[in-house]
C-alpha cells in the first residue's frame, strides 16, 4: 500500500498510508473533506469528555457534603433525603447524556465503517 501524497503544513510528506484506489490518505483526500468538517464541528458541542466527569465528581462531593450535613445535625433528616433525590436525578440526567453522546458517536462511527466496507467491495467487482 502506498503513502499519502499529501504535504503536512510543516512541509513533511503525510506518513500515512494511502487509501485504497486513492492517492491520499483519509485525512487528506478531498472527497472526504465534507465529512471531515462534519466530524470536526462537533468537538465544541460535545463539550468534551472531561466535562460529564467533572460533573459527576461535583455531584459526589454534594452527596458527601450533604450526608455530612444531615449526620452532625446541621440539615434534618426530611430535607436532606429530599435534597439527595434531587442530586441523584441530577447525576442520572449527567449519566444518561454521556450513554446518549456515546451511543451516537459509535453510531456515526460504524455508519463510516460500513460505507468504507461498500465501497472496498465496490472496488474489488470492477478490479480496482
Do not use: Y
Not at 40 to 45: A, P
Not at 80 to 86: C, H, N, P, R
Not at 89 to 100: I, K, P, Q, W, Y
Amino acid at each position: 500500500m502506498s503513502r499519502c501524497a499529501a504535504i503536512k503544513p510543516d512541509g513533511e510528506r503525510c506518513r500515512v498510508s494511502a487509501i485504497e484506489g486513492s492517492e491520499w490518505c483519509w485525512n487528506h483526500d478531498p472527497s472526504h473533506a465534507e465529512e471531515r468538517k462534519r466530524h470536526g464541528s462537533r468537538g465544541g458541542k460535545r463539550g468534551g469528555r472531561g466535562r460529564p466527569v467533572s460533573e459527576l465528581a461535583r455531584l459526589a462531593s454534594r452527596f458527601e457534603e450533604l450526608a455530612d450535613k444531615v449526620l452532625s445535625g446541621e440539615v434534618e433528616r426530611a430535607r436532606g433525603a429530599v435534597a439527595g433525590q434531587l442530586l441523584q436525578g441530577a447525576r442520572a440526567c449527567v449519566r444518561d447524556g454521556l450513554t446518549a453522546r456515546e451511543q451516537m458517536e459509535l453510531t456515526e462511527r460504524l455508519e463510516a465503517l460500513e460505507v468504507a466496507l461498500e465501497q472496498r467491495k465496490g472496488d474489488r467487482r470492477w478490479g480496482a
